[in-house]
């Protein structure tokens, strides 16, 4: 594997984003595969996704996005609507993630 | 807990009696005319049936699910309509039972359903949605006198013109995206239900679900606050698959149950001799009903297992959704299979309407099964799902 077409903060190792890196890039996946009817950059951290007209199926493709932007893997215990409902909630599963990894 | 055993087997023998005395005499007076089963549901009103999964501190029997999908199966034994019927009616009640959240005004509501032993009809399909659930064009859209209402345009509603009482999914309001939807409760005396077809079915005929328009207004305390996206996962979409595959289970059960009847009647005849060729098919049919009694019972124990869990999450994950809906799907292709093969031990005395091992209604009945909800647009769910969730 190489680091082409990966997110910006692609590694070989664990790479602890920092809070701001991580919040525009769960925004840049957002805005290429959320399918929002509202502008991603005119959203709060905690404005809530789907009533901004994220479906089901687009999330699908939000989470395979984080996957692969973060190298994380979310389980299935974290595949539930309320884990991606907002920015601030994605970042929240990913930094978990990020954290069990480094741990 | 033995009280609570005691009254959940005191209601299925109340149920299984039913089915005997009023399901099982009209099944094949209300396929044949395509009309309402009253008598079934009739005794279910004397029988105190219609409030069975009310709490009894709101004036129900407060039975436990297990028992509401058993009665699913015993009904479906003797009349698929009749239990669809109960069936369609407990996933309405289930849905406002568990996402109550304390709502003055549904507590008094289910105090009344109790009472008056109210039947409620779901409006959850919609024209223009391409089949999907989630999704609602009509809207509850602020009217007079701070009054709320909506229009809903509906492909089909069961039983809708024998029911009381209506369970509508729509948009929150005007300006909400299609997928932000909440559940309205609506009475018949605040409804116009507009039929806009016919309904003359292959099977499934005494639901009588014609398409309709509807036009509601309401005071907003009828919505219910817990938005749809929470209750179908955790409560709409399993208890419906649940319960419509007891349904379907029960069904199929009685097509072997009457395949059987006439493997014996056959070997009767010839005492002493080998099995009939007959008994080997109906070997093979028992296993394929084996795999659908398997799959639906041990979907019912997931269920009970997840709901028992605080705040119900594991049903909001998608592997819930997954395990769910390949219920859905494998019973429902499972029963008219099972009903096949019963058809193929009975030949052409099952494939008769009028003898005792007529098997016919069965098999068209259970063909309803995959369009309950298309199969494809759940295997289309699926196949998104099945890109991100891990183990299934």
């Known amino acids: ?103 | 807990m033995s009280i609570a055993v005691d009254r959940d087997q005191a209601f299925l023998e109340s149920i299984r009696r039913i089915a005997e005395e009023f399901a099982a005499p009209n099944a094949a007076d209300v396929d044949k005319n395509a009309r309402f089963p009253h008598e079934a549901v009739e005794a279910m009103r004397e029988e105190r049936a219609l409030s069975a999964f009310v709490p009894s501190e709101f004036g129900g029997a407060g039975v436990s699910f297990e028992t509401i999908a058993a009665a699913c199966f015993e009904l479906g034994r003797r009349c698929g309509a009749s239990a669809m019927v109960f069936a369609m009616h407990q996933i309405q009640v289930a849905s406002i039972v568990r996402h109550l959240d304390g709502s003055p005004w549904f507590e008094d509501y289910l105090r009344r359903l109790s009472d008056e032993q109210r039947l409620i009809a779901s409006a959850t399909s919609e024209v223009g949605t391409g089949g999907d659930m989630g999704k609602s064009v009509a809207a509850v859209t602020p009217g007079a006198d701070g009054l709320c209402n909506f229009e809903k345009q509906c492909p089909t509603v069961s039983y809708g013109q024998h029911a009381d009482d209506l369970l509508t999914t729509v948009r929150r309001a005007p300006d909400a995206e299609p997928g932000d939807q909440v559940l309205v409760l609506t009475r018949r005396d605040q409804m116009e239900m507009e039929p806009t077809g016919t309904w003359d079915p292959l099977g499934m005929r005494g639901t009588c679900s014609p398409g309709c328009v509807v036009r509601a207004t309401f005071p907003t305390e009828q919505i219910l606050f817990v938005p749809f996206s929470t209750i179908a996962p955790q409560t709409m979409v399993p208890v419906s698959h649940i319960t419509w595959s007891h349904l379907w289970l029960g069904i199929a059960t009685d097509a072997f149950d009457r395949a059987r009847a006439f493997v014996r009647a056959a070997a009767k005849r010839n005492p002493g001799g080998e099995p009939p060729p007959a008994a080997h098919r109906l070997s093979h049919v028992m296993s394929e009903l084996s795999l659908l009694r398997a799959e639906v019972d041990s979907a019912l124990r997931e269920f009970v297992k997840a709901s028992e869990e605080p705040g119900r999450e594991s049903l909001t994950t998608m592997r819930s959704a997954l395990r769910f809906n390949n219920l859905k799907i494998a019973a429902s292709e499972q029963a008219p299979r099972v009903c096949q093969g019963a058809m193929g031990v009975t030949g052409i005395v099952g494939f008769k309407n009028d003898t005792p091992f007529s098997v016919g209604r069965h098999l068209r009945d259970t063909m309803s099964a995959c369009l309950m909800i298309a199969n494809e647009r759940i295997h289309q769910t699926n196949a998104g799902l099945l890109l991100i969730a891990k183990e299934v």
């Open chain 1, 1 to 103: 594997m190489d680091g082409a077409g990966f997110g910006p903060g692609w590694r070989n190792t664990p790479y602890r984003w920092d809070q701001g890196t991580m919040t525009e890039e769960i925004r840049r996946i957002l805005r290429e595969n959320a399918r929002l009817s509202t502008d991603v950059d005119s959203l709060t951290d905690d404005a809530d996704l789907y009533q901004a007209g994220m479906t089901s199926h687009a999330s699908v493709n939000v989470m395979l996005a984080l996957e692969d932007a973060f190298d994380v893997e979310f389980p299935d215990s974290m595949l539930k609507r309320s884990v991606f409902e907002s920015i601030a909630a994605i970042e929240a599963a990913v930094g978990e993630l990020q954290g069990s990894v480094a741990a």
